[in-house]
């Protein structure tokens, strides 16, 4: 398999993504590019940290954004657990894309509730581009 078989292309701006990022969320797959999916995340440029390498880390952490941010848009509450079980990101990597839904989309944008021995939901209060 070649790294053209693995990734997809907008039709309309050419951006190349990682295709295990499309097959996450079936709906990708229809739209006309991942960056439109979640009020462009090509605009949210804040990822860092003293290992971050925008060369080598920023599309693939734009790529989970764009999922997590897809899976959430319904309302509904989930666990780490079961948002890792959904998209396929180890749940560090979820926990972190939650927090960058919160500094792209506001303090509100994410609302948290603990369960009990540690365990926590989430529900995300956002509207996503169509």
Not at 65 to 82: H, I, N, S, W, Y
Request: with cysteine.
């Amino acid at each position: 398999m070649t790294a053209e078989d693995r990734t997809f292309t907008c039709a309309e701006c050419r951006r190349t993504w990682p295709y295990d990022a499309v097959d996450k969320v079936p709906s990708l797959k229809h739209k006309a590019c991942i960056c439109e999916t979640c009020a462009s995340p090509k605009a949210f440029n804040h990822f860092g940290g003293a290992t971050y390498d925008p060369a080598r880390d920023r599309e693939r952490l734009g790529a989970q954004f764009c999922t997590v941010v897809e899976l959430m848009a319904d309302g509904k509450a989930r666990t780490l657990q079961e948002i890792a079980r959904e998209t396929g990101f180890p749940e560090a990597s979820i926990s972190a894309r939650l927090r960058d839904i919160r500094k792209h989309y506001g303090t509100d944008a994410m609302e948290s509730k603990r369960l009990s021995g540690g365990c926590w939901t989430y529900t995300a209060h956002i509207e996503v581009a169509a």
